[in-house]
């Protein structure tokens, strides 16, 4: 029962890291997908001063392509600049 607790209590935090692992590999691909990788393109958002979680990146690229690609081309603006 002790080793179930303690186990149970360490992959709640492992979930965390596991759910921002596969937020940036979605991101990254979608990234690639529009030509930056996933550093250039952070590095770019943060250049247009758009400040948007990870999570919601990865949402958008998986649902909502259309404003994910304005924002790439935006961080695309402020990496070549």
Not at 26 to 55: C, H, P, T, V
Request: hydrophobic share 40%; proline share 1%.
């Amino acid at each position: 029962m002790l080793h179930a607790l303690h186990y149970a209590y360490c992959h709640r935090r492992e979930r965390k890291g596991d759910m921002r692992r596969l937020w940036i590999t979605r991101i990254n691909a979608a990234a690639r997908a529009g030509g930056l990788s996933y550093n250039q393109f952070i590095d770019g958002l943060s250049k247009a001063n758009i400040e948007i979680n990870r999570k919601e990146l990865a949402e958008m690229a998986v649902n909502d392509p259309t404003s994910f690609s304005k924002l790439l081309s935006l961080a695309q603006d402020k990496v070549k600049n």
